[in-house]
């Protein structure tokens, strides 16, 4: 069945106005600035604080991946499971967890299998220039500030 030249025209008034709507959730662009695509996730592992050995993507992995997962500090009831995505599997694997960039600070609880909570606590800041985005500023892991290193995370057990 062919759509109707109704049907078409509706869908072609349409766009328009979902266009502009979602533009009403992008932060306001200064002019002459284009729209600047946010990195909107920490990329990260896991390592054995004594070996320094990756605990999820190494030759013999103490946890399987699925044994990491995250939960907001909001959440009290703890319903809203966060999974990390695994981005690459093997001995360069790495994961990534979203950080919502609406916030200037948030804390995460990790964890990994049974072991106790780890709490993970992230700013971001916006850059100096006129057309800066908000970036990732200061990633805590347990109280400590951890720096990138060949950019990602490396959050020490």
């Not at 009290?76 to 966060?82: A, E, N, V």
Request: charged share 20%.
């Amino acid at each position: 069945m062919k759509p109707s030249f109704i049907s078409k025209c509706a869908v072609a008034l349409c766009i328009p106005f979902i266009a502009i709507s979602c533009n009403k959730n992008i932060e306001q662009q200064q002019p002459g600035c284009d729209l600047v695509m946010l990195a909107t996730v920490i990329p990260f592992n896991v390592l054995d604080a004594s070996t320094g050995q990756d605990l999820f993507f190494s030759s013999s992995p103490r946890y399987q991946t699925s044994s990491l997962y995250f939960f907001s500090i909001k959440d009290k009831t703890r319903k809203d499971t966060i999974r990390p995505a695994v981005v690459e599997t093997g001995a360069g694997g790495v994961f990534t967890i979203p950080f919502n960039y609406n916030v200037p600070q948030d804390t995460l609880l990790m964890k990994v299998a049974t072991n106790p909570d780890d709490v993970i606590i992230y700013t971001r800041k916006k850059g100096t220039d006129a057309c800066a985005a908000y970036m990732l500023d200061k990633v805590f892991f347990n109280g400590t500030q951890i720096t990138s290193n060949q950019g990602k995370f490396n959050f020490t057990k």
